[in-house]
Nanobody, 122 residues
């Protein structure tokens, strides 16, 4: 029905950049609130960023380094990650909900991608 397919993860060194992509299938992207979460090994899932068509919010830990964006023509949401740090190491998930609110909690999002591993070495 609605599928989110993530890609772009990998192994990088501190200071490098990665761009994650989340392709949305089965629903028009423009009406959704999209978000990125991450789960470090052995820890709870944390909020990273969220966006509507006109607004974005970020976790304090990634402000100034990460950017969430949309390409409506490709029906894809991106997370540009710059100046990566070892603390950014986690499985990154994209999530979606049909709402106008910028939710920060994972329970607010009914649709999730499969996750993509990002590992940052020091």
């Amino acid at each position: 029905q609605v599928q989110l397919v993530e890609s772009g993860g990998g192994l990088v060194q501190a200071g490098d950049s990665l761009r994650l992509a989340c392709a949305v299938h089965g629903r028009t992207l423009s009406n959704n609130v999209m978000a990125w979460f991450r789960q470090p090994p052995g820890k709870a899932r944390d909020f990273v960023a969220a966006s509507t068509q006109s607004s974005t919010i970020y976790a304090d830990s990634v402000k100034g380094r990460f950017t969430i964006s949309r390409d409506n023509a490709k029906n894809t949401v991106y997370l540009q990650m710059n100046s990566l740090k070892p603390e950014d190491t986690a499985v990154y998930y994209c999530a979606a909900v049909r709402s106008g609110s910028l939710y920060r909690t994972s329970s607010s999002y009914p649709y999730w991608g499969q996750g993509t591993q990002v590992t940052v070495s020091s």
